[in-house]
């Protein structure tokens, strides 16, 4: 293994970040490029969990005339696509991967089961979670806390369109200040959109730190890995 600053990680990944300038749908480019820095830190040793969600495919917000419930489960169901898109994607490069769904179908995917995951991790294969918690009303974001917990990550690394925590918006406030480091009771006091707050809470309780960093840079991926101070710590 080479000197790597975590051993076991979970990597929560939104929908749009596969959909790229196509803001919908998945595109090939993109989604290539993230997997290839996944390869690269599997290559180094390191155990690999990915949260996908499924923005690019559907949001709760398309179905506001909907009931909620229904919706939600419509989005499980998209994130279940991009799963398999990343699947296919890594085991192309050799990686091997199990997808894993806590909504069962079993034609394509593996129920979730932590033992199962944790051994998976153990035998160097990236597990990709989706469906979220498999619970309407609970948020891609709460499933990455929930599963970084449940196999011992040692730290979620969540993706974003901006390169780390700022103190509003910084593509609608110019004088929005990034921060290096914040705990996660100030994001809550201070209701800054990193993760909702319920996945927000879980971390904090369960002392899982999170990097959060831009993914429009995949090779952020590494570098975090190596120990490089990329985007926002919080802890």
Request: proline share 2%.
């Amino acid at each position: 293994m080479e000197d790597v600053k975590y051993k076991r990680v979970l990597l929560k990944l939104s929908g749009e970040a596969l959909a790229g300038d196509n803001k919908t749908g998945v595109y090939a480019e993109v989604i290539g490029k993230i997997c290839d820095e996944i390869k690269k830190v599997v290559e180094m040793g390191v155990q690999v969990g990915i949260v996908v969600g499924g923005g690019n495919f559907w949001r709760g917000r398309y179905g506001h005339q909907m009931e909620r419930t229904t919706s939600d489960y419509m989005g499980m169901l998209a994130t279940a696509m991009n799963g398999l898109a990343l699947q296919d994607t890594l085991e192309a490069r050799g990686i091997k991967t199990r997808l894993q769904t806590a909504i069962e179908m079993r034609q394509i995917a593996e129920p979730y089961i932590k033992r199962k995951a944790i051994k998976h991790l153990e035998h160097n294969r990236v597990v990709i979670f989706a469906c979220g918690t498999g619970n309407p009303y609970f948020t891609t974001d709460t499933a990455a806390a929930l599963r970084a917990a449940e196999i011992d990550a040692e730290v979620i690394l969540l993706a974003k369109t901006i390169d780390g925590v700022y103190s509003a918006d910084p593509k609608i406030d110019s004088s929005a200040v990034k921060y290096d480091k914040i705990s996660y009771i100030d994001i809550l006091n201070k209701d800054l959109k990193v993760m909702d707050s319920t996945a927000t809470s879980l971390c904090r309780d369960n002392n899982i730190p999170l990097r959060v960093f831009a993914i429009a840079e995949p090779e952020n991926i590494v570098k975090i890995i190596k120990g490089e101070n990329i985007g926002t710590v919080v802890e």
